[in-house]
């Protein structure tokens, strides 16, 4: 299992890639601005790309002074993202994810979800402002979106989650629902939200209350190309058991 560590605090993942068909992406929060540059350094220094997620505000003043000092890396989706430039070790198949949210309010998670994807090179295309308030524009999203043929949507809702479980009674792919922290009162910041998805009686999956970042990796997992050399052969089947289990 290869790893790189850095200092005596981290030990990066350099076979995640490989194993599941993503990379592995770093969690600003919680890291000192000193621990979060040397990470980033170190990846530089052997010429490979990483992904930030959550860069705190002092760490996103940081890589802007790190960048013009020559670490190139960039801030995408309003800063909730830092790309360091290199390769991140995959390659995806063609294809597209919906994006689609209930509100204004989440779009500052889906603008996340689909930068990372896009540094993933997956297309994307987007429906922001479409929740079940207004029916009317919903549909008419939807007709644009499925012209599209994603492959996947990704759905952003709070409130009283209620998108993710239309959409998928409406589309011809999965879809994975987002709650988002936003409404307020009994179950505000995204608890109704998570709790109405759970119940769906549509066919959805559901990541964590603004969980972008996870909703955006599982979908590139269902573009992986992988290394015929890299993935572990079939279990041969043993006739002789199955002949004996079935007497």
């Given at each position: ?35 979060l540059l040397e990470i980033l350094r170190a990846l530089a220094n ?121 959409i998928a009674g409406l589309v011809r792919a999965p879809v994975v ?21 759970l119940q769906s009686c549509a066919p959805i999956a559901i990541v ?40």
């Amino acid at each position: 299992m290869r790893e790189l560590r850095v200092g005596r605090f981290a030990r990066l993942d350099r076979d995640r890639v490989q194993r599941v068909g993503v990379p592995e992406v770093i969690l600003g929060e919680g890291k000192t601005v000193g621990h979060l540059l040397e990470i980033l350094r170190a990846l530089a220094n052997r010429g490979e790309g990483a992904v930030v997620s959550l860069p705190t505000p002092a760490q996103r003043r940081a890589l802007r002074v790190a960048r013009r000092e020559g670490l190139p890396v960039v801030l995408r989706a309003g800063g909730r993202l830092a790309r360091l430039r290199g390769p991140l070790g995959i390659r995806y198949a063609p294809g597209t994810v919906g994006i689609m949210t209930a509100g204004t309010s989440d779009v500052p998670l889906a603008e996340e979800a689909r930068a990372l994807l896009s540094e993933l090179g997956i297309r994307t295309v987007t429906a922001y402002d479409v929740g079940v308030a207004g029916l009317h524009r919903l549909l008419r999203a939807v007709r644009a979106t499925e012209r599209r043929r994603p492959s996947l949507y990704i759905v952003f809702a709070g409130r009283e989650g209620a998108l993710p479980t239309v959409i998928a009674g409406l589309v011809r792919a999965p879809v994975v629902g987002v709650p988002t922290s936003v409404g307020y009162g009994r179950g505000g910041r995204g608890e109704a939200a998570l709790t109405a998805m759970l119940q769906s009686c549509a066919p959805i999956a559901i990541v964590n209350i603004d969980a972008a970042v996870p909703a955006a990796l599982f979908a590139a997992q269902h573009f992986v190309v992988r290394d015929p050399a890299l993935v572990p052969p079939d279990r041969p089947r043993s006739d002789r058991r199955h002949r004996s289990n079935s007497r």
